[in-house]
């Protein structure tokens, strides 16, 4: 059964800062992994998108990478902005089922 | 990017009393729509896979008779959470995805509050 977990449960920097949010699985055989972005209250916005063929993605400055053997993602932020405070999950689409599995969620909070 | 809406974004109910929520996709035919349920400070959790024009597919520990999805059209997928109780407030979110199921696209989540 996959299990997606994400570390830290929650991380508060000042603004300026990059920083990397961490996010593994257990089963390997993923058809792609994605990070989303939830603000309090709101619905999911889509980050980036990486195919299990791809080794990361970059959008701006946030940058996704996948290794997928260990099971392993990053999602790294560059120069934090206070814009930037969210809950950050990402989540895998298991191989012939297309199901999402979410990991349990990183609170990022970029203090002004 | 694809579009997917959610009505109604909140509702507040008396307990006993059915809901539907609605998930459309505004700009592409969703093949397949997904339904998800987020508790205060939880993560998503899959309440059931719906294709259009059968029947949906629940995860397990999801009651079937408790909360129906019908998927009538290429658009458009209802949960109906019925006889509802304080236990079933929560965040609801649907998703949708194309004949590829590539990518899906999430509606911005009802919240309903059962008092």
């Known amino acids: 059964k996959q299990e997606v977990t994400q570390i830290p449960a929650a991380l508060s920097v000042p603004e300026g800062e990059n920083l990397v949010l961490n996010c593994s699985f257990t089963?390997?055989?993923?058809?792609?992994l994605q990070w989303f972005r939830q603000d309090p209250g709101k619905g999911l916005t889509s980050l980036l998108l990486?195919?299990?063929?791809?080794r990361e993605q970059t959008s701006g400055r946030l940058n996704a990478s996948l290794d997928k053997s260990s099971g392993r993602s990053t999602l790294y932020i560059a120069a934090s902005q206070p814009g930037d405070s969210a809950t950050y999950l990402c989540?895998?689409?298991?191989?012939?089922?297309?199901?999402?599995?979410f990991g349990t969620g990183t609170r990022l909070k970029v203090l002004a | 990017g694809a579009v997917v809406s959610q009505h109604p974004s909140r509702v507040i109910c008396k307990s006993g009393t059915s809901v539907k929520i609605e998930c459309r996709s505004l700009?592409?035919?969703?093949?397949?729509m997904f339904w998800y349920r987020q508790f205060p400070k939880q993560s998503l959790m899959l309440m059931a896979t719906?294709?259009?024009?059968?029947?949906?597919?629940?995860e397990q520990g999801v009651e079937k008779d408790k909360f129906l999805i019908n998927h009538a059209s290429l658009t458009l997928s209802t949960l109906t959470v019925t006889s509802a109780h304080p236990e079933d407030s929560s965040f609801y979110i649907c998703?949708?995805?194309?004949?590829?199921?590539?990518?899906?696209?999430f509606g911005p989540g009802t919240r309903l509050l059962v008092l």
């Open positions: 998703s949708a995805a194309g004949g590829s199921q590539e990518t899906q696209y």
């Open positions: 089963d390997s055989a993923i058809y792609n």
């Open positions: 990486i195919q299990s063929s791809q």
């Open positions: 989540a895998v689409s298991t191989s012939g089922t297309y199901k999402y599995i």
């Open positions: 700009d592409f035919q969703a093949t397949t």
């Open positions: 719906s294709n259009e024009g059968s029947k949906a597919t629940y």
